[in-house]
């Protein structure tokens, strides 16, 4: 992509003066990865907070919150946060279990006796992206019909005569149907709009002022505009209707409002220190284990510290909030970017690294018993992968009929995203029956990496890819 002069805009001084002071050194470090990051993924504008033990010790902004204006972004600058709605929505829920209201071990049906596989899946499936409903925000229309206003049945109408992805509990796979269905139960058991119990019951108790829904956009004089890449080109997104995205993602917010949020649900001003820590504790699911997810928060790591918060993407933006508790370190992250890879989560990573260098040098070591050759087949392969051009001779028949049939073109379409490879990390060797397993880690830049397998058979072929 061309690099544009705005990106390396710094709109804002940083006020980590007023708060307990980031090293020097480490300040330069972080804002050098936030140029790097915007300048990599073509981003207009980011706004960057970071905190530790509660204490603000880092805030920038960087770029552009409107390109087409020139308008700089601020620390104040208003960004939809996307999914990280889903948290307020599982808080909603709870809440209202406090209450005597709801239970949420309840069928669907308890509640919503009439929407798909009601009686088959529960609120806590719902929450936890365990419950296999299929995908209301699939399909080729998606971004000409969620910019229009839909009632709930239209909806729901989207996804009605679909089969379950899976089992109920079986396995994880992100769902914004299920907090679709959660917001209407909001609506049933507390009898107040989506939008106004949030606002009553949420927004409020944790001094939220500058925290509203994407269909308020237009009278906010520092909101930003949000872009993507189409055929290589930046431009202007479509922003989702506040009827389509709802209890799924249709929050806009500012650094510091997001930040009384996480002070509110921590500190027990939302719901009980329990109902908290349920919410930050992963499910298990019958037949994959750990979902890494909890209700309304991942629940995960990077660098392998424990990582719990959400990320948020819409057409336009994409948005991170991460805890790390063990460091006790906070990072949040806007951006007016809604490609994938997500601008905000790389942010974040890119962010803890700098703040914690010894723990990134221990990640990035390669595992013994390396093999270079094998190696340089690996980085090979995948950069033909990314081109869309691989060779197939290097393939199973089995995984070969799936890259012609149409894997290879999908390949291309996720991996060329990541851009060239700046390392291929060897990260060990596993065996799973007759297949030998390398396993690799590959980085692209401050905050942008991939796992990425080949399994092997014992003829020497590809039968096998793993990513993620």
Not at 46 to 68: H, M, P, S, T
């Amino acid at each position: 992509m061309q690099r544009l002069p705005w990106m390396l805009c710094l709109c804002s001084v940083s006020l980590a003066a007023a708060a307990a002071p980031v090293a020097t050194e480490v300040d330069k470090r972080i804002d050098a990865d936030v140029h790097a990051v915007l300048r990599h993924t073509d981003t207009p504008g980011a706004a960057i907070a970071v905190f530790k033990d509660g204490r603000l010790v880092y805030r920038q902004a960087y770029g552009l919150r409107n390109r087409e204006s020139h308008l700089p972004a601020s620390v104040d600058t208003w960004f939809e946060i996307g999914s990280i709605t889903k948290q307020f929505t599982a808080a909603a829920i709870l809440q209202l279990q406090e209450a005597g209201k709801l239970g949420i071990d309840a069928k669907l049906a308890t509640y919503l006796p009439d929407a798909p596989h009601a009686s088959e899946v529960t609120l806590r499936q719902l929450l936890s992206h365990t419950s296999g409903l299929p995908e209301y925000l699939d399909g080729p229309d998606i971004e000409h019909v969620a910019t229009r206003p839909a009632t709930f049945d239209q909806l729901v109408a989207r996804i009605k005569d679909k089969p379950l992805d899976f089992a109920p509990g079986s396995r994880w796979s992100y769902s914004n149907t299920g907090y679709l269905m959660l917001g209407r139960v909001i609506e049933m058991v507390s009898h107040e709009p989506y939008r106004q119990y949030v606002r009553t019951h949420l927004l409020e108790p944790a001094g939220m002022t500058d925290t509203f829904t994407v269909a308020d956009e237009g009278r906010h004089p520092t909101m930003a505009v949000g872009y993507r890449h189409a055929q290589g080109k930046l431009e202007r997104a479509p922003t989702i209707h506040d009827t389509f995205g709802g209890a799924a993602g249709n929050l806009v917010s500012t650094l510091d409002d997001l930040e009384r949020w996480n002070r509110a649900l921590m500190g027990g001003k939302i719901v009980s220190p329990a109902d908290y820590a349920l919410m930050a504790t992963s499910v298990m699911t019958t037949e994959k284990g750990s979902a890494e997810y909890g209700l309304g928060l991942f629940v995960d790591s990077v660098e392998g510290q424990p990582r719990v918060g959400h990320t948020g993407g819409s057409f336009g933006f994409t948005t991170a909030n991460e805890y790390f508790p063990k460091q006790g370190v906070r990072v949040i992250a806007f951006t007016n970017n809604g490609d994938n890879p997500e601008p905000g989560e790389m942010l974040t990573t890119a962010i803890f690294n700098e703040l914690y260098p010894e723990i990134y040098a221990a990640t990035r070591k390669p595992a013994a018993g390396e093999d270079v050759k094998m190696t340089t087949a690996a980085r090979t392969t995948f950069m033909q992968l990314q081109s869309g051009n691989e060779d197939d001779s290097r393939f199973g028949s089995k995984l070969d009929a799936k890259m012609k049939a149409g894997l290879s073109a999908r390949l291309a379409k996720q991996f060329s995203a990541f851009g060239v490879p700046t390392a291929f990390i060897f990260k060990g060797q596993r065996a799973d029956g007759s297949v030998k397993w390398f396993d690799y880690l590959i980085q692209f830049g401050p905050g942008s990496m991939l796992k990425f397998g080949l399994g092997f058979d014992e003829a020497g072929k590809v039968v096998s890819l793993s990513f993620g």
